[in-house]
C-alpha cells in the first residue's frame, strides 16, 4: 500500500519480556518518527530520525527504549524488559523531507501495546 | 502543566450543528498550528494546517490561530455523523531538522449524532 504500514498491530507482552515494534514508512520520505500514544491521551514524541541518521532521541522515556533506521527506510523501536507503564499504542509518522517542511507528518496505524 | 491543554470532552452534537473545538498553549515559539482527526483504533490524519496567525477554512472546516491569545479553534460546520472521531491539535516551533516535531493535545472526543 501507499501508506505508513505498522507491526504487529497488536502485542500482548508479559512484564520483562523485550519487544520489537516495526514501521514501513512511505516510500521516499526522508522523516521518520516514533510517537507513543497513552489511553486517552494525545500522542507523545519519542525519537526522529533523518534518513538513517537518529537526529533526536529525547523523548525516550528510559534506556530501555532503542530506536533504530539503519537504511533510512524501515525502522524497528525496541523496548526491553517492557513494565505495565509501557502499555500504550506507539504510532510511526513519516514526512517527505525534515527541512522546511510544514509538519504535515503521514500517521500508521499504530502498534498497540499490553504488558501483564 | 503540559504545553498543550485541550478538553477532551466527550461532546455530543445532532447533525447539522456547527461544532468548535479549542486548544491553549503556552510555548510562544510554535509556529505552526494543526488539526488531526483519528478514528477509533487508527492514526492520526491531518486535516488542517496553518502558519502563525489568522484563519483557514477548506470546505466545511474553519482553523484559526490566535498567536496573542496563545488559542487555536477548530470550526466544523454542517457537522455529519461521519465527522465523529477524536480530534487532535498539534503544534510544532521551526526548530530546523526537527521541524515536523509536533506537540499534541490530548484530543477532543466528539460524537455527531443523526
Known amino acids: 500500500g501507499a501508506g505508513v504500514s505498522q507491526s504487529p498491530r497488536y502485542k500482548v507482552a508479559k512484564r520483562g519480556q523485550d519487544v520489537a515494534l516495526r514501521c514501513d514508512p512511505i516510500s521516499g520520505h526522508v522523516s521518520l518518527f516514533w510517537y507513543q500514544q497513552a489511553l486517552g491521551q494525545g500522542p507523545e514524541f519519542l525519537t526522529y530520525f533523518q534518513n538513517e541518521a537518529q537526529l533526536d532521541k529525547s523523548g525516550l522515556p528510559s534506556d530501555r527504549f532503542f530506536a533504530e533506521r539503519p537504511e533510512g527506510s524501515v525502522s524497528t523501536l525496541k523496548i526491553q524488559r517492557t513494565q505495565q507503564e509501557d502499555s500504550a499504542v506507539y504510532l510511526c509518522a513519516s514526512s517527505l523531507d525534515g527541512q522546511g517542511n510544514t509538519g504535515e507528518l503521514f500517521f500508521g496505524e499504530g502498534s498497540r501495546l499490553t504488558v501483564l | 502543566q503540559k504545553e498543550v491543554e485541550q478538553d477532551p470532552g466527550p461532546l455530543s452534537v445532532p447533525e447539522g450543528a456547527i461544532v468548535s473545538l479549542n486548544c491553549t498553549y503556552s510555548?510562544?515559539?510554535?509556529?505552526?498550528f494543526m488539526w488531526y482527526r483519528q478514528y477509533s483504533r487508527k492514526g492520526p490524519e491531518l486535516l488542517m494546517y496553518?502558519?502563525?496567525?489568522g484563519n483557514k477554512e477548506d470546505g466545511r472546516f474553519t482553523a484559526q490561530v490566535d498567536k496573542s491569545s496563545k488559542y487555536i479553534s477548530l470550526f466544523i460546520r454542517d457537522s455529519q455523523p461521519s465527522d465523529s472521531a477524536t480530534y487532535l491539535c498539534a503544534m510544532s516551533a521551526n526548530r530546523g531538522s526537527t521541524l515536523g516535531r509536533l506537540y499534541f493535545g490530548r484530543g477532543t472526543q466528539l460524537t455527531v449524532w443523526p
Open positions: 510555548n510562544s515559539a510554535f509556529q505552526y
Open positions: 496553518t502558519y502563525s496567525s
